[in-house]
């Protein structure tokens, strides 16, 4: 996207910014090409999605195929998701930052060494349960 393409001034009236702060963004290359890319149609029709593929004795009821659903790769859709636990959530902008990145990078998504990692709960040694979750990236339309 080039810089014509991309309306600065709309950007900037959505970020509440003042013209100091958009010029901040603006004259650091890597901050403005991510913001371009960050706020396009390409990244708006992808899905990060936080998946259970393991559970034992999990005490709040987790199970394989419960789901968190952020639309944009970071927004996440309530009426999409399952209900979740909060200690399971500790990862998961670590991995929306790692999902994030590979996607202005020009990176596949989908194919990250570390796309699976577990609840703070350390399991019945110690705690009472575990899940192992899995993180992975599906256009909006496969979504649901």
Same mark, same amino acid.
């Given at each position: 996207m080039s810089e014509k393409q991309f309306d600065w001034k709309r950007y900037q009236k959505y970020a509440g910014y003042t013209d100091e702060e958009l010029e901040m963004?603006? !004259?650091?290359?890597?901050?403005?090409?991510?913001?371009?890319? +960050? +706020? !396009?149609?390409?990244?708006?029709k992808k899905c990060l999605i936080i998946e259970v593929v393991s559970s034992h004795g999990c005490m709040v009821g987790m199970k394989p195929g419960d789901k968190l659903v952020f639309r944009a790769l970071g927004i996440l859709d309530p009426k999409r998701s399952s209900p979740w636990c909060a200690q399971a959530m500790g990862d998961i902008p670590s991995v929306a930052n790692m999902v994030q990145d590979r996607f202005f990078s020009g990176l596949d998504m989908n194919d990250m060494v570390y796309d699976q990692f577990s609840c703070m709960d350390v399991g019945p040694k110690g705690g009472w349960g575990q899940i192992t979750m899995k993180a992975y990236v599906v256009d909006e339309d496969e979504s649901n």
């Amino acid at each position: 996207m080039s810089e014509k393409q991309f309306d600065w001034k709309r950007y900037q009236k959505y970020a509440g910014y003042t013209d100091e702060e958009l010029e901040m963004v603006r !004259s650091d290359p890597k901050r403005a090409k991510a913001t371009e890319i +960050f +706020f !396009s149609r390409e990244m708006a029709k992808k899905c990060l999605i936080i998946e259970v593929v393991s559970s034992h004795g999990c005490m709040v009821g987790m199970k394989p195929g419960d789901k968190l659903v952020f639309r944009a790769l970071g927004i996440l859709d309530p009426k999409r998701s399952s209900p979740w636990c909060a200690q399971a959530m500790g990862d998961i902008p670590s991995v929306a930052n790692m999902v994030q990145d590979r996607f202005f990078s020009g990176l596949d998504m989908n194919d990250m060494v570390y796309d699976q990692f577990s609840c703070m709960d350390v399991g019945p040694k110690g705690g009472w349960g575990q899940i192992t979750m899995k993180a992975y990236v599906v256009d909006e339309d496969e979504s649901n």
